[in-house]
Structures are given as structure tokens and as C-alpha cells.
């Protein structure tokens, strides 16, 4: 006697008798498959990588093809910042507090060797990789990189969300300074080394 094999997870059945067809599938990939093709960017461009973004959104490479054209420049209506050029210590509160403000469920792309490792600019300026300050998903080389390069990382990205898991606790997990880590810049330090030059998180404006 053989053992009757275990069905596909993703079935899609049909009456041959003209009835009304069903469909089975896992609650996880049907969640993802959406989650995946409705991606919407906050676009997050300061340098070079910024055009390169801009061309990626445009007629020739047409972002659309993967449901992303929808950009939003809230980060309130955003799931994946895409941070395209270098980011300077100034800054850096700026990009953290627009992590912080994107609901879950949220990704990152670091694109560009300035936002993945601080590129030529390593200096006291800048900062050496995004990675210090928020959790980042994909990382796209290049200086900057071509079009082709951030949408063969946005399928990166898709494949990505399509393997998550509602079962695992670990991938909603915010980012948190580590005190043993010479890596993660922890808010206060931050802080300090924005604020001599003024840093527009902090600043207030009086009569409004």
C-alpha cells in the first residue's frame, strides 16, 4: 500500500462540470503575494542614487511592472524606504525618525555605496552605512548604481517577503543599541553629533 502524496499548498481546482472553482492555499502566501506586489516606496534620495531612482520610476524601466509607482512621500503610507545617496551625521536623526514613523510591516533598501558603507566619504561627516541606524533588507552596490540594479534588488526584496513567515516572532523586531557593538549608533550619540550645527528634529519654532 503507498502513501498517498501531500498536496501542493498553492491548489487551484476547477469543476469540469461548469460549477463554481475553488481555490486552497497557505494564509502566509496569500498575504505575502499581496505584500509583495503592492510594495509602496518612501523615497528617501540625497545624492547621486536619487536620479538613479528617478529613472528606474520612468518610462523606460517603468516601476509600475512591479506595483510600486505608487510613491509615497509620507511615511505614515510607506513600507519600504529606499535610501538613495549618503547620509551625513546631520541627517541621520531625520532618516531614523522616518523608520520610526513607518508602520509595520516595513523594509529597507540601501542603495548606493555611500548609503551602504558611506562610499568615498569616509570621514567624520558621514555616515558609514544606514545599516548603523535603521535595519536595512537589500543592499544595491554600484556608485551609483544603474536602474537594472535597484529593480534586480526590488525582486530581491519581493522574493524576501514572499518566504516571511507569520510564525516567526524575530522579523518585526525593532532595531536596538547594542552596548557591546562598535556598529549600531545609538540614539543619544546621534544626537550629540547633529545638534552643534543645528538639527531640524529638535528645533522649535515659536508662534506656530
Known amino acids: 500500500m503507498g502513501l498517498t502524496p501531500r498536496p501542493e499548498p498553492n491548489v487551484v481546482s476547477y469543476d469540469p462540470k461548469g460549477g463554481e472553482g475553488w481555490v486552497t492555499t497557505r494564509l502566509d502566501f496569500l498575504v505575502n503575494w499581496g505584500r509583495a506586489n503592492s510594495l509602496w516606496p518612501m523615497p528617501f534620495g540625497t545624492a547621486c542614487c536619487a536620479i538613479e531612482f528617478m529613472a528606474t520610476a520612468a518610462a523606460q524601466f517603468d516601476l509600475a511592472r512591479f506595483g510600486m509607482e505608487r510613491m509615497s512621500f509620507s511615511p ?8 538613495a545617496g549618503r547620509v551625513p551625521f546631520k541627517l541621520a536623526p531625520v532618516l531614523r525618525r522616518i523608520w520610526q514613523q513607518m ?4 523594509w529597507a533598501i540601501s ?3 555611500c548609503a551602504s558603507t558611506g562610499g568615498m566619504f ?4 558621514v555616515v558609514q552605512g544606514i545599516d ?13 548604481p544603474r536602474p537594472e540594479g535597484l ?7 519581493q522574493e524576501k517577503v ?4 507569520a510564525a516567526d516572532p524575530s522579523i518585526r523586531h525593532e532595531m536596538e543599541p547594542d552596548p557591546t557593538s562598535q556598529l549600531y549608533i ?4 546621534i544626537n550629540e553629533l547633529s545638534e552643534p550645527f543645528g538639527n531640524a528634529v529638535h528645533q522649535t519654532r515659536s508662534g506656530l
Open 132 to 144: 548603523t541606524i535603521i535595519p536595512v533588507d537589500v543592499y544595491v552596490p554600484g556608485c551609483p
Open 186 to 189: 545609538p540614539p543619544s550619540a
Open 162 to 165: 514572499k518566504r516571511e513567515r
Open 76 to 83: 505614515r503610507q510607506a513600507d519600504v524606504l529606499i535610501c
Open 151 to 157: 529593480i534586480y534588488g526590488i525582486m530581491m526584496l
Open 103 to 106: 508602520p509595520q510591516p516595513k
Open 111 to 113: 542603495m548606493g555605496a
Open 122 to 125: 569616509d570621514n567624520y561627516a
